[in-house]
């Protein structure tokens, strides 16, 4: 059974930081894409940024820069670094898998985490 669990959110203050962790399990990690999403009150869910089986990494461009993807293959795990935040990042974030059509080609995400809540104060 495919588990996704996402932990790291809080509050923190304009400009500050936040790193996310995804913890996965039922499935041959190395071998799914993986991705983060984040969803704000009233609004649809967005992507936010993916990381390939093969390492290649690509980002919304409102998080371009700060924001950085990254996986580890031996500890199953997904993390996003999160710096410089701003009044329109707190969203809950989702972690998310995808079956990888080739090293960087990624099929539609299928499994999701419940989510970790993020808040910025300004």
């Known amino acids: 059974q495919v588990q996704l669990v996402e932990s790291g959110g809080g509050s923190v203050q304009a400009g500050g930081s936040l790193r996310l962790s995804c913890a996965a399990s039922?499935?041959?990690?190395?071998?799914?894409?993986m991705g983060w999403f984040r969803q704000a009150p009233g609004t649809e869910r967005d992507w936010v940024a993916t990381i390939t089986v093969g390492g290649r990494t690509t980002y919304d461009d409102s998080v371009k820069g700060p924001f950085t993807i990254s996986r580890d293959n031996a500890k199953n795990t997904l993390n996003l670094q999160m710096n410089s935040l701003k009044p329109k990042d707190p969203a809950m974030y989702y972690c998310?898998?995808?079956?990888?059509?080739?090293?960087?080609?990624?099929?539609?995400?299928?499994?999701w985490g419940r989510g970790a809540q993020v808040t910025v104060s300004s």
């Open positions: 039922g499935f041959t990690y190395s071998r799914y894409c």
């Open positions: 998310a898998a995808a079956a990888s059509i080739s090293d960087s080609w990624c099929a539609d995400f299928s499994h």
